[in-house]
């Protein structure tokens, strides 16, 4: 079984460059005609091991509605770089100070089909940690054991078709929440990444 030092041993040889950049693949073209966003894939340490935090979306959102994502957004023109973009979206949504997380690193960077190509770092918080959705963005925080994400009943596999290329989509069930889409892919790639999946 994985222990939480083996998995920061791991996230720590991540680095500023993607470890997976669909920029290298097929979705090349599509790149230059996207708008730069970021998300940060939050970590925290409890008795479970290590826990994720994502969030479910406001349903009075114009995009994504109602869907469960990790907190992000799109760069700003007073953003630094893209991992700024993630910390400061982190902490307007979710009022997670960016001083309190320790950044490992990108994990890939891929377009999506609402017209963005983002790039999700991995960072840890400490506990005991007060999280505080904005109700303007956010519906509700959602904290689950990463290893419970790596349970095969939980999971399941689809296919479609984006740009004329068939594509994985990667789904996971959490109580009465579904990870999927974009943020799917993103859980499904750290889980590969740390070998849990």
């Not at 222990?3 to 720590?12: A, G, N, W, Y």
């Not at 479910?56 to 994504?64: D, G, V, Y």
């Not at 309190?100 to 089909?113: N, W």
């Amino acid at each position: 079984m994985t222990t939480t030092d083996e998995i920061r041993r791991k996230l720590s040889m991540l680095s500023d460059k993607p470890r997976f950049d669909f920029k290298d693949t097929w979705a090349a073209e599509l790149f230059d005609e996207l708008t730069p966003a970021a998300v940060l894939v939050p970590l925290t340490p409890t008795e479970n091991g290590l826990d994720v935090v994502l969030t479910k979306r406001s349903p009075a959102l114009n995009k994504h509605p109602g869907q469960v994502s990790f907190p992000g957004g799109r760069m700003d023109e007073d953003d630094r770089d893209l991992v700024w973009t993630a910390l400061r979206e982190s902490h307007e949504e979710i009022a997670l100070e960016p001083d309190d997380v320790t950044v490992y690193g990108a994990l890939l960077k891929l377009p999506t089909i609402t017209g963005y190509t983002v790039t999700a770092y991995v960072g840890e918080f400490p506990q005991p940690y007060e999280l505080d959705p904005n109700p303007n963005e956010i519906e509700t925080l959602i904290q689950a054991p990463l290893m419970h994400f790596a349970q095969d009943d939980i999971y399941r596999l689809e296919y479609q078709t984006w740009e004329n290329h068939e594509f994985p989509m990667h789904y996971f069930d959490y109580e009465d929440q579904v990870v999927w889409g974009a943020t799917g892919f993103m859980l499904y790639t750290l889980l590969e990444y740390l070998g849990l999946r």
